[in-house]
Antibody
Framework: EVQLVESGGGLVQPGGSLRLSCAAS????????MHWVRQAPGKGLEWISY????????HYADSVKGRFTISRDNAKNSVSLQMNSLRGEDTALYYC????????????WGQGTLVTVSS | EVVLTQSPATLSLSPGERATLSCRAS??????VSWYQHKPGQAPRLLIY???NRATGIPARFSGSGSGTDFTLTISSLEPEDFAVYYC??????????FGGGTKVEIK
């Protein structure tokens, strides 16, 4: 059974940092590309970052470029999102998703982890 | 950036009725549109990829069509579990990957 389990969310002050993690199981992690997608309260889905299976291709949405860093560890079947300089508009439910490598589609999603940026 | 516009924003239907959801792209995305179902408190689920291919385990009542700039998701006969928000998403020109604003299918 495919599982993606996110962790690391919480309450953080504006300007602060947070590191999200996603533990993967039930599939060959090193074969798939991984993404982070978020949903702000009452809003739709927003793609924010992608990392290829071998980490040689990384993309970010303009809204997080220069502040967020995606990484993965194929030995540990995990992907992370380091979030710095957080803003109120980063408040959202953050989903870890997977898809075919280099293809921008999301075959499976985790349940999400909530990030709240507020003083 | 490719902008996807979904219509209508809300669709009020009864179980057993046919649902037709639209997604229009600001430029051609060939066939590279996926559709996702999202229920409150749950993870989104891939329904359709590359315009018309059902994902694994998706019932045959869900179908997708279209190419270029106009795409449609059809639910042939609504089941109680189908009431949810549906998003289209394109992968023709990325980054960024983009989603439509969603269509809420609610019980009439």
């Amino acid at each position: 059974e495919v599982q993606l389990v996110e962790s690391g969310g919480g309450l953080v002050q504006p300007g602060g940092s947070l590191r999200l993690s996603c533990a993967a199981s039930g599939f060959t992690f090193s074969s798939d590309g991984m993404h982070w997608v978020r949903q702000a309260p009452g809003k739709g889905l927003e793609w924010i970052s992608y990392i290829s299976r071998s980490s040689d291709t990384i993309h970010y949405a303009d809204s997080v470029k220069g502040r967020f860093t995606i990484s993965r560890d194929n030995a540990k079947n995990s992907v992370s999102l380091q979030m710095n300089s957080l803003r109120g508009e980063d408040t959202a439910l953050y989903y870890c998703t997977k898809g075919p490598n280099q293809w921008g589609r999301f075959d499976f999603w985790g349940q999400g982890t909530l990030v709240t940026v507020s003083s | 950036e490719v902008v996807l516009t979904q219509s209508p924003a809300t669709l009020s239907l009864s179980p057993g009725e046919r649902a037709t959801l639209s997604c229009r792209a600001s430029q051609s995305v060939d066939i590279y549109v996926s559709w996702y179902q999202h229920k409150p408190g749950q993870a989104p689920r891939l329904l359709i990829y590359d315009a018309s291919n059902r994902a694994t385990g998706i019932p045959a009542r869900f179908s997708g069509s279209g190419s270029g700039t106009d795409f449609t998701l059809t639910i042939s006969s609504l089941e109680p579990e189908d009431f949810a928000v549906y998003y289209c998403q394109q992968r023709r020109n990325w980054p960024p990957l983009t989603f439509g604003g969603g269509t809420k299918v609610e019980i009439k």
